[in-house]
């Protein structure tokens, strides 16, 4: 995927995303790649982007927002319909105390992927 990236923009992979993805983002600090080799100097694609976590936090609201960021479209709209939508279960109880007591009250809940999906941290 990367040698398609680099043949297709004349970019290296970290310069096309740095202008196309990371500068329009206003990432607080630079990523970094592993690299095949240093004679090469070409990132290992399937390594994904060593960052801060503010910046993996921003990633996330980009892909929340189908592609968008501060109301400006950075990602193409495609591709967010079939991603797996979290299903929550939130349930809350109340209890009061009858002999003049406090009122109680608890709550829980619980967020999971759908059967057949899996979370995965790789861009």
């Known amino acids: 995927m ?12 970290a310069e096309f995303l740095e202008s196309r993805l990371w500068q329009p ?10 690299l095949d080799s240093e004679a090469s100097g070409f990132e290992k694609i399937k390594s994904g982007i060593n960052a801060r976590a503010i910046d993996f936090a921003k990633l996330g609201s980009l892909y929340l ?6 109301g400006r479209r950075i990602l193409p ?3 967010y319909a079939n991603r797996p939508q979290l299903a929550t279960n939130t349930t809350r109880r109340r209890r009061t105390d009858t002999g003049g007591g406090p009122t109680v009250t608890t709550s829980s809940a619980t967020t999971s992927l759908p059967v057949g999906t899996r979370a995965s941290s790789s861009w």
């Not at 040698?3 to 970019?11: F, G, H, K, N, Y």
């Not at 983002?25 to 592993?34: K, P, R």
């Open 2 to 13: 990367g040698m398609i990236l680099e043949r297709a923009t004349s970019q290296q992979v």
């Open 77 to 79: 709209a495609t591709g």
């Open 65 to 70: 927002h189908e592609g968008e960021w501060n």
């Open 25 to 34: 983002l206003g990432a607080e600090a630079d990523a970094s790649w592993s």
